[in-house]
């Protein structure tokens, strides 16, 4: 059973910083991609970042674009999301998932994803 589940969230204040966490069972990071997506209260769910499995090739949308860093751990079935300068707009849930591939358009077409972790809440105050 593939899972994946995400941990790290938290509340803290503007210009702070998170790591979040991805971890998954039931396949390996050899193929495809992860993407972190988030959506804040009332909102639709958007793309924030993504990480090739094979290539390490990224995206960032430009909303983070400069303040978030994606990297991958392999050998441990992880991915994380390092947030710094964090903005009260980064509050939301961030949710952890895997498209075929790692690109804007891949991320676009969240809801064709069938696997996805619980979330973990971020919330940044002013």
């Known amino acids: 059973e593939v899972q994946l589940v995400e941990s790290g969230g938290g509340l803290v204040q503007a210009g702070g910083t998170l790591r979040l966490s991805c971890a998954a069972s039931?396949?390996?990071?050899?193929?495809?991609?992860i993407g972190w997506f988030r959506q804040a209260p009332g909102k639709e769910r958007e793309g924030v970042s993504c990480?090739?499995?094979?290539?390490?090739?990224?995206y960032y949308s430009d909303s983070v674009k400069g303040r978030f860093t994606i990297s991958s751990d392999n050998a441990k079935n992880t991915v994380y999301l390092q947030m710094n300068s964090l903005k009260p707009e980064d509050t939301g849930n961030y949710y952890c998932?895997?498209?075929?591939?790692?690109?804007?358009?891949?991320?676009?077409?969240?809801?064709?994803?069938?696997?996805w972790g619980q979330g973990t809440r971020v919330t940044v105050s002013s």
């Open positions: 998932a895997a498209p075929v591939g790692c690109s804007s358009t891949y991320l676009s077409r969240w809801r064709y994803l069938e696997t």
């Open positions: 990480i090739s499995s094979s290539d390490g090739i990224t």
């Open positions: 039931g396949f390996t990071f050899d193929e495809g991609a």
